[in-house]
């Protein structure tokens, strides 16, 4: 199954009763409203260095989010990757620390996250921060960020 095709499956198969938090879902938000982005998450070695290559297309609201072990120095390019992406990088307490908007395809200049205290990186469609007014400051929630740490925890 593409990654188009999964994630539009568990869209269609999400419940309006579901947990506030899941792992095929990270929410932002900030003084701009709240958005909330179906995702497949890339938490290992393999999975990040193939992140969005060779994807032609991706549902407005899908991504994929990167997961770090620790905080660190980030950089991204995209090499083989066919459509445009924001790359929003976010520290440990979920906090929008970056964003980089429209990267272009299939470039290879380094795209760093401007920060070494990077634990997550949600990309997302070219545009689409700006369109929603995600910023710097945002907050994410997700199941992988500490819950006791966490700016907006999922018990909220």
Known sequence: MTFAATLATAAALAQPAQAR???DRVELRGD???ARFRVEVADDVQERARGLMHV???PRLAGMLFVYDRPQHVSFWMENTLIPLDMI???ETGEVLNIHEN???LDRT???GGSDDIVYVL???GGMAETLGIDVGSEMRHTSVAQETALWPCSD
């Open 21 to 23: 938090c899941s792992e």
């Open 32 to 34: 701009w409203g709240t």
């Open 56 to 58: 032609a297309e991706m």
């Open 89 to 91: 990088f976010v520290g």
């Open 103 to 105: 990267a272009i395809p």
């Open 110 to 112: 380094p795209i760093p």
């Open 123 to 125: 990309e997302i469609n």
